[in-house]
C-alpha cells in the first residue's frame, strides 16, 4: 500500500471513529483488490481522505471510508447502523443507490440519474463523496478495458463534470473533464498535446516573465498579494475553445493567465485598476464576476491586456475567500458552515436545510435550464421540491417518480396499463410486500404480474395516483361492459354511396345472400344535393371476416362508390 493513502490517518488517536471505520472497511474488503491491483481499502483511503480535505465534517469521512462496504461485500446497511450509527447509516445507504444505477447515454436515463440525484441531495453530503469516488476512480481508470474505460469517461463529462460545476466546484470540474478527455477523444488529444506543448512553454516562460512586474505594481501601491500565479489552460477546456476558434492556437488568450490572489474585494478593484494604467485592457474583456457573479456562485474579476511586448494576457483577480469557493464551491460552503458552530448535521437539520435549500434552489434554478423540458422540470419541483414526491427505482434501474403516500399499484400503473391491471404481487428491495404498502424514495420495485388478472375494486381504497385511479376504474367498466356484450352483441349496418341505376339494390342483396347473410332491413336514401344515393343494409351480428368478405363484394358491383360499416349499439 502507498503511505501517502494512509498517512493523513495519523492525527486522529485510535478509539476514533475515522479510524474504526478505516479497520472496518479493511476488514470488509479484506479479499479484494482493485485492478490498478492495491488492495481495495486503498481506494476508500484515497475517496475519505479527499472529502477531508475537502474540509466535510467527520460523518463525511467515515461514510466515505465505508462508501463501498454495501455495494461489494457481504456486509449489510444493518452492519453499518449497528456499528456508526443512524447518520451514517443513512449517507452510505445513499451512495449505494446511486451506485446502484447504470448509466448507458440514452437521454431518459441521465435524466433518471439527476432526478435520483436531486433526491439524494437531501443531503449534499452524499454528492460530495460521490464526486470524491468519482474522482479517484478517474485518476485510476487506465488500468480498466476500453470500453470500460469510455463509458465511464463519458459519464463523468456528461453527468458528474456538470454536476460538481452546477454546485461551484470548478476546480473538481475542470479536473473530471481532463480526466475523462483522453478516454473520449484519444486521437485529438494526442494532436493537442503536440501542438500546444510549444505554446505553452513560451506563454509559461513569458507570465514568468510578467510575474515579477506585477509583484512590483502592487508594492507601489501598498498592495501585498496573497499569491500571484500562473496557470495553465485545461486541455479540455482548450480544446472546446479550439473548436470555436478554428482551432487556431493564437486566438486563445488564456493559454496561460495570470492569477492573484488578494485580501479583500477592494483590493481586487484596486488592482484592475492598477493593471489597466500599466497596459490597455481589451475593449469589451472586463469582466465583473464579483457584482455579477456566474450562475454557479463563480466570483471573480477577469480582464485581457496588452501585456508586456504587447502580448495578449488574461488576469484573474480575486481574494482568497473567492478562490476557495471557486474550488470547492459548495462544499465549502458546507464546511464554513460546519466550523460555525453547527454541531451536527441532523440535529439542526431544519435551520441548516432553510440556508441550504436556498443555495440548492438556486443551483436548481439554473441547472434546469440545460434541460429541454425544464419546464416540466420546474414545474414539479416547484410543486413537490422533494417533500410531496418520492422516487423508486425499477429493477432495470430507471427512476420513477410518484406522489408520497403511493403503492406498488400505483408505480405498476405508471410503468403500464397492464402491468397494473395483471399486478398479483410486490417485491420492495427484494421483499414481498402487500400491495397497499407505502414505497419509499430510493425502493427498488418489482411487480409481479399474472396472466390474465384483472385488477381488484378494493385497489381503489389506497391507490394514491388519479392515474392508477382512473385505470381500475375503467378496467372495471370494461369488465362489465363485455358481460353485457355477450349477452347481445350489436348489429352490423354496411353504408354505401352509389348512384342510382335499376338492379342496384338487386345486386347489392344478392352479396349478402351468397354469404348466407340475414338482413334485417335495407334503406335507400337520395342524397339531397347530389344524385349519390345512400344505401344501408342493416344484419345481425357478423364477425369481422365476414364483414371483410361483404365489403370486398360489394365494392366490385357498378357504381359503387364507397362503402363502410358500424356496429350499431
Ligand atoms: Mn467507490
Known sequence: MNSSSIKWLEKYSKDNIVIKAYEFAKEAHKNDLRKTGDPFVVHCLEVARTVERWGLDEATIVAALLHDVVEDTSYTLKDIKDNFGKEIAFLVDGLTKVESLQYTGNKGQAENMRKLMIVISEDLRVIFIKLSDRWHNMKTLGVFREEKQKRIAKETTEIYAPLAYRLGMQWLSGELEDLAFPYIHPQEYKWLIKTVDAHFKERQKYAEKVKPKIAKILKKNNIEPVKIDARAKRYSSLYKKLLRYDMN??????????????????????????????????????????????????????????????????????????????????????????????????????????????????????????????????????????????????????????????????????????????????????????????????????????????????????????????????????????????????????????????????????????????????????????????VSVKCGFLNQKKIEKILVKIRKIKEIKEVSFSYDN
Open 249 to 534: 492556437l493564437d486566438k486563445v488568450h488564456d493559454l496561460v493567465a495570470l492569477r492573484i490572489i488578494v485580501k479583500t474585494i477592494e483590493d481586487c478593484y484596486a488592482v484592475l485598476g492598477m493593471i489597466h494604467k500599466e497596459w490597455p485592457p481589451l475593449p469589451g474583456r472586463v469582466k465583473d464576476y464579483i457584482a455579477l457573479p456566474k450562475p454557479n456562485g463563480y466570483r471573480s474579476l477577469h480582464t485581457t491586456v496588452f501585456c508586456v511586448n504587447d502580448k495578449i494576457t488574461e488576469f484573474q483577480i480575486r481574494t482568497e475567500e473567492m478562490h476557495e469557493e471557486a474550488e470547492m464551491g459548495a462544499a465549502a460552503h458546507w464546511a464554513y458552515q460546519q466550523t460555525k458552530g453547527t454541531k451536527t448535521y441532523f440535529k439542526n437539520k431544519s435551520q441548516k436545510a432553510n440556508e441550504k435549500d436556498i443555495a440548492w434552489i438556486k443551483q436548481l434554478n439554473n441547472w434546469s435550464k440545460n434541460f429541454e423540458d425544464s419546464e416540466k422540470f420546474m414545474q414539479s419541483l416547484k410543486v413537490d421540491f422533494f417533500k410531496d414526491r418520492i422516487f423508486v427505482v425499477t429493477p432495470e434501474h430507471d427512476v420513477v417518480d410518484l406522489p408520497a403516500g403511493a403503492t406498488p399499484i400505483d408505480f405498476a400503473y405508471r410503468i403500464h396499463t397492464e402491468i397494473g391491471n395483471q399486478c398479483s404481487g410486490a417485491k420492495v428491495n427484494g421483499n414481498i410486500v402487500p400491495l397497499d404498502y407505502e414505497l419509499r424514495s430510493g425502493d427498488i420495485v418489482d411487480i409481479m404480474t399474472q396472466r390474465g388478472k384483472k385488477p381488484s375494486e378494493s385497489w381503489l381504497e389506497f391507490v394514491k395516483t388519479s392515474m392508477a385511479k382512473e385505470r381500475i376504474k375503467s378496467s372495471m367498466r370494461k369488465k362489465s361492459s363485455t358481460f353485457k356484450k355477450r349477452l347481445s352483441k350489436p348489429n352490423v349496418t354496411i353504408k354505401i354511396i352509389t348512384e342510382d341505376r335499376s338492379g342496384l339494390i338487386k345486386d347489392v342483396s344478392s352479396v349478402f345472400s351468397e354469404l348466407k347473410v340475414n338482413i334485417i332491413n335495407i334503406n335507400s336514401q337520395r342524397n339531397h344535393d347530389s344524385s349519390f344515393h345512400n
